[in-house]
Nanobody
Framework: QVQLVESGGGLVQTGGSLRLSCAASGSTFSINSMGWYRQAPAKQRELVATITRRGGSPNYADAVKGRFTISIDNAKNMAYLQMNSLKAEDTAVYYC??????????????WGQGTQVTVSS
């Protein structure tokens, strides 16, 4: 199985930056895609960004395009989400996920515990 541990969340002011990290361990050979998702209070979880295992086909939600960058470092078994120009609307719990498919991450794939990002106005 795969275990994911997230770090890097915290409190930041509007316009600031944060870098989230996700460390993968276990049977990482089963991973074919990585993603970041977020969930704000009283809202459903939503896609932020996805990328394939080899770093191809990065995909972003419209709300974060041009501000967030997803990346992976296979040598270190790490995934990252660089978040710039943060807005109050970005406040949420951010989850790292690893998918067995190249195209989709499912609920029964692998998920981290989440890390809180709070952006103050």
């Amino acid at each position: 199985q795969v275990q994911l541990v997230e770090s890097g969340g915290g409190l930041v002011q509007t316009g600031g930056s944060l870098r989230l990290s996700c460390a993968a361990s276990g049977s990482t050979f089963s991973i074919n895609s990585m993603g970041w998702y977020r969930q704000a209070p009283a809202k459903q979880r939503e896609l932020v960004a996805t990328i394939t295992r080899r770093g191809g086909s990065p995909n972003y939600a419209d709300a974060v395009k041009g501000r967030f960058t997803i990346s992976i470092d296979n040598a270190k078994n790490m995934a990252y989400l660089q978040m710039n120009s943060l807005k109050a609307e970005d406040t949420a719990v951010y989850y790292c996920a690893a998918g067995r498919s190249l195209f989709r991450i499912y609920d029964d794939d692998y998920w981290g515990q989440g890390t809180q990002v709070t952006v103050s106005s």
